[in-house]
């Protein structure tokens, strides 16, 4: 049976990687950019690696607003009859201060709430899937993220500009990321498998958007010298072990943090199931998305 997949983030570095090898297996790939001219250049990338974009379809969403989510949300379950794959796999590092129009700090917004929003919304197109994935793509920095009562989690979401660690913004919405998934499994693991993925070091355009800009023109001399394709894998390396969650036959561990295609030790943080419960409650009610509708059964 061809798949239905859902991919944020696609037309960059590995989300590029993972929409075509999607493709190459046949399934069917909805591709999230953020403009139509984006839409258009992933569709002639495609054809430029000669990858068939007959069975491609983009969406256009802005993950710094709720309210363009929540259409997209509503745009899929309007036509699609289920989802057999989601990778969460857009991010943004490091911007200088920015709170969205929602209210919210950009890399929680980006980086976790938005895509929160997105599987909550689709939960029941991916429970009609065939053996359904949810695969978020974190980071080895969620490894040392610390938030883990109602109120940092609140300061995080919310944190004003003469408390803004960029850093620390992104460690933490990487570590939500995998909090999400692990509590996710918990209370659908039955039906649907939940995943966060460290992807390694991977030489994309991350490094060189938001304070990232300043490194840009120093490190693409090094990077011509050869030292830092050394030192970074490819986003085809980066892009692997989401693709082994993706469609592997080998028992996946449900909520499981995984690199490297293995598992891996994740944060403590998200084996504490107070908190996990106490994060998605928040986040539904930042969403404007109600109640937990099931208690946790792993
Ligand atoms: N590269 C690494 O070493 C590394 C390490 C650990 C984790 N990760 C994670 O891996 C994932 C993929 O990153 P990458 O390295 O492939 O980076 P990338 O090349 O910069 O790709 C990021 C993607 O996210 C999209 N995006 C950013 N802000 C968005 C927004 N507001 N609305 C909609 N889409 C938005 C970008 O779209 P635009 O092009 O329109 O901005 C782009 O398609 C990220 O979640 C990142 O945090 C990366």
Redesign the pocket.
Known sequence: MMKTSVV?????????VTVQKLLERGDRVIA????EK?ANLLVQLMREHAVSDARLEVEV?????LS?VRRLAKRLTGRLDRIDCLI??????VPPYHLTQDGFE?QF???YL?HFLIVESLLPLLEKGDDPRVIS?????GERGTVRTDIELQAVATVQKEHYSPMRS?RES?LL?SVHMRELAAVYGEKITFTS?????????????GKGKVLKPLLKPVAKLGYWSKK??T?EE??RTALYLATTSDPIQNGGYYADEALRTPNPIVEDAAFRKRARELSLMWCGLHRIEREPSL
């Open positions: 944020t983030g696609a037309n960059s570095g590995m989300g590029i999230t950019v953020r403009s984006k969403v802005e993950l710094n607003q363009s969460l796999n857009a991010g943004i590092m950009s917004q980006v980086n938005s793509i974190s980071s080895l920095a992104y990487k990321q993925v460290h992807p390694g070091i991977v030489n994309t355009d991350l490094f060189y958007r970074l894998s986003p980066g892009a």
